[in-house]
C-alpha cells in the first residue's frame, strides 16, 4: 500500500490525529486547504480526517471529497475528532467517497480531544494498523 493522510483541522485536533496516524505509517502528510485531488493521485490508499461539525464531517472536507474523480481501485480509511457525536460524520464520509469507488477499510474516531492537553491516541493507531497489516 501506498498511503497519504489528509486532513482538515479547525481547531488543532484533527492535525494531531493526522500527524500521529503518520508516525505510525510514515505517510506523506498534506493540509486538505492547501492540496489539490491532483496530488494524491499516485496513493492508492487515501487516510482522510476531518473534525466533526453537527454531526457531519467539516464542509471543507465534504467540498473536498466531491472534487475527488471517480476512481475504481484505491482505498480508505476514514478518522474525525469530535465533542459529542463523531459516527454520523464517518458515515456522510463513506458514502460519499464509496460513491466515488472508493474501499472503506476503518472508520475511527477520537471523541472529547482538547487542543492545550496531552491525548493517547494508541487506541486510533492500533486501529488503523491492524487495517494496514490486512492489506
Known sequence: MNPC???FSRTGNTKRL?????ETTKAPIFDLLSTQPS??????LLILGT?????SPAKETAAFIESLPQ????????FCTYRFF???????M???LSSKGYEILLKVS??????DKETDFSDVLNEVKKALEKQ
Open 51 to 55: 473534525p466533526v461539525e453537527g454531526s
Open 110 to 115: 477520537k471523541k472529547g480531544m482538547k487542543p
Open 39 to 44: 496530488a494524491i493521485e499516485s496513493f492508492d
Open 94 to 96: 463513506e458514502k460519499k
Open 18 to 22: 493526522a500527524q500521529a496516524i503518520v
Open 5 to 7: 493522510v489528509v486532513y
Open 86 to 92: 463523531g459516527s454520523g460524520a464517518l458515515n456522510v
Open 71 to 78: 476512481i475504481e481501485t484505491k482505498k480508505a480509511i476514514l
